[in-house]
Each structure stands twice: as structure tokens, then as C-alpha cells.
């Protein structure tokens, strides 16, 4: 069970600290912790191959009702900002006997599960990090205590839905665990390390590379409650952070707020730091590298595999730009449409396999039935192993732009649009045309004065005429995902509807 992961830390040594000189926790705290919340969580009427969900904000409750719900039954976080529908949505999709809350808050969730008939639990966390769970509502009988197996579904989360309806991705603890033993083991990770958490803990990103990876191996994890570019590098040097993981999104903002040539306090003590979640364009890796003095190590994970997938690999190792690396512990190879591997440099579907890999999604044999060949997961992105073994990606098989027959990257035009001075944030996707089918525009934020007609005869510097957007839109926000990542639709349909309204 993933609860074993705790058993490398010193039972005295801090596990869990919150950033801002919030509450600490050590593993032999934690450990305790999670055994009295599972106990209560029985004695609630909750047990083995219940969901439990949760909405949570970052911090020690979430880790340890995580935990406890894991080992009781199966945990089902979800993100806080959510809506009464969407939050109505996922208990009701996930079919969850329980909801735990911050007390007195999130009131649209509150509706959404006494609508569905959810038990309200209200976690509460005390100045020395103690959490307690109490029950808003008519709680069932007790449950007996049963222990999980390996192959039991320890954390149940959703698909993105880019391109179709949320699917359900049950990841036993044997995914997790073997997931976070191979994150620790690629970066070696040991109990001198310092994670800082700067990622939400409803998604793999934050809860097995920040956390569990770091947790397996005696280490202490430091929780950001809320990123916070201000206070970032106080908070690096403060807690002696020796590495952080985050989406580009956040490594921009960093580099935005430093100046060539001058080093932020506390970033002497980082030994790397890693990107995950969406591309790393080229020029912030550099920028990173020159202005931080560590390496950045792309990696790639998806829920799918309970995370890591991929990975740049340390010094000595070489790290190649625009590369998210080599397999190390999960098997990659590239697939035709027909299931066939291709040979190196050839492009087609990234697909994977290895134990961190999910079994199927819930209840969905059309969707297995496509992502499944031969015992490959196919992901989904297009991308092509070179000769070393290192894997890049091209983009998502659905999101290329066929423009009359040209099939174009949109990621090899976001980074065009990146080596402009003046641009921060760009993203491409397709539009209808009438004459080509799909033709290209792109959206762009922008931090020094720039018009379309100059960022266009940039992009033809650099691009293949049908490559250059026929039309760039100048906006003050790129909409993202809770974890940083860019949806091209969703940008797309966010323009139209500006458009049809006339902003």
C-alpha cells in the first residue's frame, strides 16, 4: 500500500511542512495521523471500495485525508474552485460515499452533495498539524477495518476531456507506488532532499512527484499553499529547498521577475529543478539555466501512468532541449495507426508500458478498447524517439492542424512565437477555412508592444509559409487548467466567443 512508502522516514524527522511558518508534521506524526483518521473514517461507515472524495486546499489536511482515504478506501480528490455542476459531476461520476470539506466553506460542493445523497466530513487542522474529521450529517454504521492490496484502486481521478467527456482513471497502489519509487530513483532523491510543493495536490503532478516520491525516501516536502511569486525564493531559502517541480506556466514567472545575470537568494541550494505538466519551450530552459545557475529537467507524465513517463536525466547525463527525455523504468515506443512500432526518428503515437501504468479506465470498454494494442497504452500525443532513446513530442494526435493536407504542429509554432522579445505567452490552434479545411491562428500575450503584422513576418522567418498563422489574436490572458496546462480548444472556443461579442 502506498502508507508503506512512509516507513523509509525517520520517525522523527519532519515529513510535511507548510510554507509561510504553517503547521509541520513528522513521519512518526503522520503515520499515527492517517491510522486515526482511517479508524474514524470506519467509524463513519466508510470502507474498503468506497470513494472518498475530497476538496481540499494544499496543505497537511490534504496529504493526510489522502492517505487515510486510500488506505480505507479509495481517494478521489478534487479541486476546490470547482462549481455546484461540476462538482455535482464528479461525485455523481465517481460515485462517492463521502465528501470532506474545510469546515463552513465551499457551499456550492455542500449543495452538490446533499443533492446526491454525499456524507459531509469536516476536516479541521490544528496549529501543530493535527487534523480531525468530523461528520455534517447522518453518518452509516461503523465499518470494520480491512487492509488494501496492491491491486486495489487507491486514487480515482478524471481525463482532461480535451477531446471527449471526462473518463475515469482508477491507479491502484501498486501504480502509485512503483510510480513515486521510479520518480525517487531518477532524480535520486534521499532523506537530505527538500521537495518544495508548489503544484496542486488534486492532480498526479503535485501528489506523486512533489510528495509521494519524496515521501518514499525519508525527505521533507514542503506544501505552498498558494504559488506565489513574491515570496518564492524566501520560501526556497527558508526551508533549504533542494528542488521543485512545476508547469512552465510557473518557471516564466520566475525568470519575468529576474534580471540576466543576477541570481535569486536561496537558489544556491537547489540541485535541479523539473518541468512537467505541458512543453518547455526552448528559450525558458535557457533562461532558467543562465539566470538560476541549476539544470532543468523536462519531464512527461499523465495521469494515465500515475505520472512520470519520461524525463531528461541529471548531470552527466545530457539534457536535449526540446526533449523530455528517456523512459528510464517505463517502457516507450512509437505506433502506426496500424499498431506496428516504428523505427527511431519516425514519427507516430507515443505509447507506453510498465507497472505504473493504469489497468483500463473505469467502466469504458470502447475507450480501452482504442487506448490499448498489443499491451501499449497509446497517449494520445504524436511524437518520435531518436537514435538515443529520447523522446520528443510533437503534439496531441487530434490537436494537429491539417491544413490542406499539411499536417502542422501546433507546439512548432508556439515556439516561433516565443522567440519573440516581446511575446510571453503563445498558443496555436486550428480555425475553419473554407478553402483549406483548417487553417492556422494563434493567440499571444504580450510584454512589450508588439502588432500582428510584425509577429507574423517574425513567424515567416522561421516557419514554412503554411506554417505562419493567418490571423494572431492579442490577448491579456491565456485561460489554462487548474495545473497550468494550455487546452488549444478551449483557447479556441474562449477567442470565438470574444469575436461573436466584439471584444
Known sequence: MIIDLLENGNPSDIALATAGGGPAITYGGLKQQVHELSSTLNHIGLGRGDRIAMALPNGIELISSFLAAAVTGTAAPLNPAYKYDEFKFYLEDTKAKALIL????????????????VLIVEASVDAEGKVRYEAAGNAGSPRSTEAATADDIALMLHTSGTTSRPKRVPLAHKNLSISAKNVAAWYQLSPDDVA????????????VASTLATLTTGGQVVIVPKFNPLSFWATVRDYRATWYSAVPTIHQVLVSRTKPGTRPQGAEQLRFIRSCSAALPPQTMADIEERFGV?????YGMTEAAHQMASNPLPPGARKSGSV???????????????QIMPPNTHGEVSIKGPNVFAGYED?????????????FRTGD??????EGYLTLVGRIKELINRGGEKISPREVDEALLRHPCVSEAVCFGIADRTYGEEVAAAVVLKAPAIESELRKHCESMLAGFKVPKVIYIVEAIPKTPTGKIQRRIVSAEISKKQEKGI
Open 382 to 387: 504524436q511524437g518520435f524517439l531518436d537514435d
Open 295 to 299: 539544470p532543468i529537467l523536462e519531464a
Open 325 to 339: 527525455g528517456l523512459g528510464g523504468r517505463v517502457s516507450i515506443c512509437i505506433l502506426d495507426e496500424q499498431g
Open 364 to 376: 469504458n470498454p470502447q475507450a480501452n478498447a482504442a487506448a490499448f494494442t498489443n499491451g501499449w
Open 196 to 207: 518544495l510543493c508548489v503544484m496542486p495536490l488534486f492532480h498526479v503532478h503535485g501528489l
Open 102 to 117: 474545510p469546515p463552513g466553506e465551499l457551499q456550492e460542493a455542500r449543495q452538490a452533495a446533499g443533492e446526491s445523497g
